[in-house]
């Protein structure tokens, strides 16, 4: 359970599914102020997907592995080994996750051995850009918000997916090659024009920025990423829209702030990087941020 060490945040626990193995809830939390909490699961992977945005300064750090000074960015998905204790550094306001609790049982079942956490490992799962884990984690929220036939086998079964692609994600990590990812300022650049301009750059314009190869560029992005870096551009894009559809601004002046055609080619996209419209999730989330959460207690 997340543990304070300032004003404690509040947490609301809005939808809850369990199956063997697997207990998905939506939780809205209220951060009264600026602050840091740590994170620890004794037994269980911890897999927080963000469903509002998530603060762009939300740093995470394994204090006991690092050190107390490093921190790493926090993507909109993040999962936290069994054991381990995650520091997290974040702003005050509100947001919504999906929290999936997996008995580690049934993910070295799946996988068949025991997943190793080194230093590699651990700051990979700060930031998962899986599109196979996304697309998961929406089917779950989508699940837990409208139960249908059979719901607790259909958790069920989408858990034991979720154990198999969290494991391919990990043994990717460990298959990187040592010295064939980008640089960091190279990594930086790209995310630095993805803040800057909200249209989407082409490969060559960031091949270009970085002094590479569309071909070395993509490759690179690839190994240190884990992630394609069309994958990438998509979610830094949409993150950018939800705070946009969140801060008031209207579907048709997104899109084309955005460099999309039209509104409904926006739509189709939000929709298929998101899980539901433009429309629905501005909705949505106004009624968890009009919501104040009861003291969680911890």
């Keep these: 359970m997340p543990d304070s060490v300032a004003q404690r945040p509040t947490i609301s ?3 809850e599914l369990n199956a063997p193995g697997i207990v998905a809830q939506i939780v809205r939390f ?28 939300s740093r995470g750090g394994f204090r006991d592995r690092w050190g107390p000074h490093r921190f790493e960015r926090l993507g909109d998905i993040f999962m936290l080994p069994p ?27 799946i996988v068949g051995r025991d997943l190793v956490w080194d230093d590699q490992h651990l700051a990979a799962t700060l930031d998962i850009s ?11 929220t989508a699940e837990i918000r409208h139960p249908g036939l059979a ?23 460990a298959e990187r090659s040592v010295t064939g990812g980008l640089a960091g ?4 650049l790209i995310d630095e024009r ?44 949409m993150e950018a829209a939800k705070r946009l559809l969140m801060e008031g601004e209207s579907v048709k002046t997104i899109a084309f702030t955005m460099g999309f055609a039209s509104p409904s080619s ?24 009009s919501t104040t959460p009861a003291d969680a207690g911890y």
């Design 130 to 140: 899986s599109a196979q884990v996304r697309a998961l984690l929406f089917r779950i």
């Design 185 to 188: 300022w190279r990594l930086r």
């Design 266 to 289: 926006f739509t189709f996209a939000f929709r298929r990087a998101v899980g539901t419209s433009p429309t629905t999730f501005r909705q949505r989330q106004g009624r968890v941020l």
């Design 30 to 57: 209220a951060i009264p102020e600026p602050t840091a909490t740590l994170h620890e699961v004794p037994d269980r992977y911890h897999v927080n997907m963000c469903l509002t945005p998530r603060p762009l300064n």
């Design 194 to 237: 993805l803040a800057d301009r909200l249209e989407a750059p082409s490969l060559k314009e960031l091949a270009e920025l970085c002094g590479l190869s569309v071909r070395q560029l993509t490759r690179g992005f690839r190994v240190s990423r884990a992630c394609s870096i069309g994958d990438y551009i998509e979610q830094r894009r």
């Design 13 to 15: 626990v809005d939808a």
């Design 151 to 173: 719901a607790t086998k259909m958790l069920e079964l989408l858990g034991a997916e979720l154990a198999i692609e969290l494991g391919r994600y990990c043994y990717e990590v």
């Design 83 to 109: 054991g381990e204790e995650l520091y997290v550094k974040g702003e005050s306001g509100r947001q919504a996750s999906l929290i999936c609790s997996i008995d580690p049982a049934l993910v070295h079942e």
